[in-house]
């Protein structure tokens, strides 16, 4: 019988194992000359080999598997085996957006074969012209990729929305994955209406250096496999590997760049200090009016200022330019690389050091990686990826409200003040005493030196990302295993020290984060393909997820001792504890049917068992259907058709649910009562055993089209996306002991259309040029909030007249507040003390840009490449607390008019004469207060917005001019990054400048001013 088997099972293999075969040629450039050190890496194996001096390589390989030949400086090629034999490759000078499609759970797929929209992003620009997120690197560049850039500083967190919300409460952002491996990219904090600081997220960890490429699952169909965590699409990111090659490959890259501030500050400089024609007439009197500029003209004469010291009554210039400074960022990075056909590594070190605009703002990061794989017996392939990042951060900036926010006390500071002042005797913004310079008569507006100098917060970060995988290849089946872990801790500090204006026992909080993720998988596939044209390509797969995370707090009010900066030297002591844990158990398999690869039939499917449901309904089964037909394949197409394709899909994800939200949550009191343990409810929210996850529902129809020889290439699709059972968190009465209660009936959707154009108007020997364009219109409703819910408020705004809304019939997070009332010809009605009129509560605007674009130029000759990205959002409204302020306090230039003529509202009264009510200067900063506290429109702008994001001008040294050196590549690069606002409606203040990074969008107020960098790079290989 043993016998029998084995042999049985020798004859299957011979039958169905397609044979490996050599491929072989010359990879030259444009010019015809050989280029060496080009990788070629076949997706399928995951095997790979180098050309060497004479451009020429060889490579194992079978029919229907794919080569990627790729180069730094040139666009990578993509080609699918059909013939085992001779292959040349040409490769063009530049970057393009790669064709290498990774799918779901980092399976290689045919492209042919996806029934949905799939755009990958080769890493090559995003490493030239860096950010030091890598999330705001994709601004501008993926069709339905909406990216928010907070001014938050270096750091700081980075916003991703793909095709709009999908819910109203939880995160909408996607899943961000690593190799296969799911990484966490929570938000650690962020600003609110009180202030606070942005606190990073796990993007912020990641090192451009080492990424390869990103794909984009945007829909669900492409997301399906990922199960409930896919709900807002997945960002898949693919890390560099080493490559079969003589000796040990070196790359060394060095970027420097500058930060310039963009402060679009346009405040008037014309009047000064004071309250109507008075001028400040001692210490006191300058002291309590240090942020009103409702003064006279600005004349020169000798005037007493809040310090007590006399100085002249005139503008001061470049107040903004003196406090901030230029920045820079410095990025270094080394990877050796090695192997052979069996075995390959990569070992890489980066380190990345920025100093902020803002003085003593800084962020570091150290990241170490290293990869290891090949085949270790025959057929059984082994890969080791592991990731360590050292990440420090000093004084973050703080945002919006003013304690401790150094761009409000400049952004209030009247023009005749200069901002060299507030340093004091010290230089560091403190009295002869050592505490705190006060700058005017509200304590809360912080000396922006003393904010700077004495206020100190720092965070570090530890963090280990790695995976294994074990792949057993037995002609047409496959096994595979793979375990990864994403592990961090994360210790923050944050003092506000003694001596403070507004706290002068001052105070300090010690936090530390713990988190962990494990996700375990196990596949069994196989793929082949018949003689009758049929083929299948099927995996059946089980996931294990385990997620916990840890916050430990310790804090203390008064120092007892000044300068003793510790939570034992306070009076006031506290500390708190937190622990969230969860498991997911998962099955998921997917099924792909073809016929003479031109007709496609994909069918996917995932279960999720969650430990946050209750046990008898703690399942969800999501599934997923595709079809995708090449037409080209098929039909005789006229000659300018290269080719064609168009698909449609159906899917079915879900949303998660978090942790204890079924039953009352406890901790013990400390003190106890009568010598006996004493358990506190935690819960602010009423528990509700009967919840279950979110079900989203999509459809999405595109085709893919390229003409004259993939000159002209049109990728369009359009997709409908419903979600239903949405769990929303409602504010409730206090009186019910709680303060939330969970709406389990929420609905929402999202409809829209994206589009790519690629175009190659021109290409001969010495030049190239190719455009991308890409636009995206999402159509966002919020359909249900639950039985007698039309309306939730989720933020508002530190003036208290701006507020953000999720409404029914309404995109989400709609910002409301009061508008004047208006006659029917659109006439501002005023009362008859000459004020507007306090309109109604109304819609204002979305607070959420609904379109996206992007355009990309590259321009190849000889060795020279130059490309530009063009980023352009519409459709947006933002509320501005600065804008709102610089009206109260007689800063911006709308208070200009009627200074000292007198001012008269542009309107009628109430029974339709023209208004006639002058407010002289004595009272003009009552009707501004006015409009401050009663008039949110006035105060609304569109946030359509164009940018100029990014220029990159490269030099691909030729092998010539290398010569006999050991240097086997070489390239210098010239870049820059946000380096014009081409348009923008809104005043003072960029439009990207909002604070947080929840649901809540559409407020702006004093954040750090956004950063135009100019750097240059090089890279050089060995």
């Known amino acids: 019988m043993k ?57 194992d390989a079978e029919v229907g598997t794919t080569l990627e030949f790729s180069m730094v400086g040139f666009t990578t090629y993509t080609v699918k085996i059909k013939t085992i034999g001779k292959l040349n490759v040409t490769l063009w000078v530049g970057v393009d957006l790669g064709e290498i499609v990774v799918a779901a759970l980092g399976i290689n797929k045919d492209k042919d074969a996806l029934a949905y929209s799939h755009n990958e992003v080769n890493a090559e620009p995003l490493t030239l012209a860096r950010e030091n997120n890598l999330g705001d690197a994709l601004a501008g560049l993926v069709p339905g990729v909406n990216v928010s850039n907070i001014g938050s500083g270096p750091g ?58 990103i794909s984009i699952l945007k829909g669900n169909a492409a997301a399906a496999l990922y199960g409930s965590r896919a709900s807002n699409g997945v960002v898949m990111i693919t890390t560099k590997r080493g490559v079969a090659r003589k000796g040990i490959g070196v790359e060394l890259s060095s970027n420097f760049t500058i930060d310039q501030p963009l402060t679009r500050y346009d405040f008037q400089q014309e009047y000064g200090q004071g309250w109507g024609p008075w001028k400040p ?60 056909e069996q075995l390959n590594w990569r070992f890489g070190f980066s380190h990345l050091d920025n100093d902020f605009i803002v003085p003593n703002t800084t962020f570091n990061r150290k990241t170490f990686t290293l990869s290891v794989g090949g085949e270790v017996l025959k057929n059984l392939t082994a890969e080791v990826t592991a990731r360590y990042l050292l990440e420090e951060s000093n004084n973050r900036p703080r945002l919006s409200d003013s304690p401790g926010n150094p761009n409000y006390a400049i952004g209030v500071l009247p023009p005749n003040v200069p901002v060299e002042a507030l340093k004091g005797p010290n230089g560091d913004g403190s009295k002869a005493d050592g505490t705190e310079l006060g ?31 074990l792949r057993y290849d037995l002609g ?34 010690d936090q530390t984060f713990v988190a962990t993720e494990t996700n375990a998988d196990l596949m069994l596939g196989s793929r082949h393909d018949f003689r009758n044209g049929f083929g299948y390509d099927v995996m059946l797969g089980v996931n294990r997820m385990d997620n916990s995370f840890e916050n430990i707090g310790l804090g203390g009010n008064k120092f007892n001792i000044k300068d003793l900066q510790t939570v034992q030297n306070t009076a006031n002591q506290f500390n708190w504890y937190g622990l969230w844990k969860k498991r997911v158990n998962s099955a998921y398999g997917s099924a792909t049917l073809h016929y003479n690869r031109w007709a496609y039939l994909t069918i996917t499917g995932r279960n999720d068992w969650f430990s946050t449901l209750p046990t008898n309904a703690n399942n969800h089964f999501y599934p997923s259907v595709g079809l995708s037909f090449i037409f080209s394949e098929l039909f005789e197409m006229p000659e300018f058709i290269s080719y064609g394709k168009v698909y449609s899909s159906w899917a079915e994800v879900s949303g998660d649910i978090d942790p204890y939200a079924l039953d009352l949550t406890y901790q013990l009191s400390g003190q106890g009562f009568q010598g006996q343990p004493l358990g506190v409810i935690t819960n602010g929210i009423i528990p509700d055993r009967a919840l279950a996850p979110s079900t989203s529902r999509e459809i999405e129809i595109g085709t893919d089209l390229k003409f004259f020889h993939n000159r002209l290439g049109l990728e369009m699709n359009v997709y409908k996306r419903h979600t239903v059972k949405d769990i929303i968190i409602s504010t409730i009465s206090t009186a019910a002991g709680y303060d939330a209660a969970y709406t389990k009936n929420g609905e929402i959707d999202n409809k829209g259309i994206e589009g790519l154009l690629n175009i190659t108007p021109w290409q001969s020997r010495d030049w190239s040029w190719s455009i991308s364009l ?94 530009f990205l063009i980023d352009i959002k519409t459709g947006g409204k933002i509320f501005s607390g600065t804008n709102a302020y610089a009206h109260l306090f007689g800063q911006h230039k709308n208070t200009l008019e009627g200074r000292e003529t007198g001012f008269v509202g542009k309107g009628v009264t109430e029974t339709g004469e023209p208004n006639t009510v002058v407010f002289t200067q004595e009272n003009l900063l009552s009707y501004y207060s006015f409009l401050f506290n009663n008039i949110t429109e006035e105060f609304v702008y569109d946030a359509s917005f164009a940018k100029l994001r990014q220029v990159i001008l490269t030099l691909n040294f030729p092998k010539k001019w290398l010569g006999k050196t050991p240097i086997a590549g070489m390239s210098a690069s010239a870049v820059g ?35 135009r960098s100019f750097g240059v790079n090089l890279n050089v290989k060995f």
């Open 476 to 509: 047409w089946i496959y096994l595979q295993g793979r375990i990864g872990t994403d592990h961090y801790n994360s210790r923050r500090s944050d003092i506000t020290p003694a001596g403070t204006a507004y706290n002068p026992d001052g105070g300090i909080v």
């Open 977 to 1011: 990054r946000n380096l014009l606002l081409l348009w923008s409606k809104v005043p003072n203040v960029d439009p990207e400048s909002t604070y947080n990074n929840t649901n809540a969008q559409g407020l702006e107020m004093f954040g750090a001013p956004q950063t």
């Open 156 to 213: 700081g967190s980075t916003r991703i929305i793909i095709r709009g919300y999908h819910s109203v409460s939880r995160d909408n952002q996607p899943l961000f994955v690593i190799d296969g491996i799911p990484i966490d990219n929570r938000t650690l904090g962020s600003a609110t209406l009180w202030g606070g600081q942005d606190w990073g997220d796990g993007l912020s960890s990641l090192n451009p250096d080492d990424i390869d490429k």
């Open 774 to 867: 890409n636009a995206a219109k999402n159509w966002n409703e919020v359909v249900n909030l639950g039985e007698g819910v039309d309306n939730i408020q989720v933020d508002a705004s530190r003036t208290f007249t701006a507020f953000l809304h999720h409404e029914v019939g309404q995109p989400a997070s709609v910002i409301k507040g009061f508008e004047y009332v208006r006659d029917n010809a659109g006439n501002i009605v005023f009362g008859a003390d000459g004020m507007p009129l306090k309109g109604d509560y109304v819609i204002l605007g979305n607070g959420v840009h609904d379109f996206t674009g992007g355009m990309t130029n590259t321009i190849n000759w000889r060795q020279l490449s130059l490309s």
């Open 3 to 59: 016998t029998v088997m084995l042999t049985s099972l020798a004859l299957l293999t011979i039958f169905t194992t397609d044979l490996l075969a050599q491929i072989n040629g010359t990879v030259t450039d444009e010019g015809g000359f050989p280029l060496f050190g080009v990788n070629i890496y076949d997706t399928t194996t995951r095997k790979g080999t180098v050309t060497d001096e004479s451009g020429v390589y060889a490579i």
């Open 281 to 340: 007439g001692s210490k006191d009197d300058a002291f309590g009016s240090n942020w009103f500029n409702w003064g006279p003209r600005l004349d020169g004469e000798p005037t007493v200022q809040f310090d007590g010291v006399v100085r002249p009554y005139s503008a001061v210039k470049d107040n903004f330019k003196k406090f901030y400074q230029n920045g820079k960022t410095i990025s270094n990075s080394v990877a050796l690389t090695g192997g052979n």
């Open 439 to 469: 700058m005017n008569g509200n304590p809360y507006i912080t000396n922006p030196y003393w904010a700077t100098s004495h206020f100190k917060t720092t965070d570090n970060m530890n963090r280990v990302i790695g995976s294994a995988r």
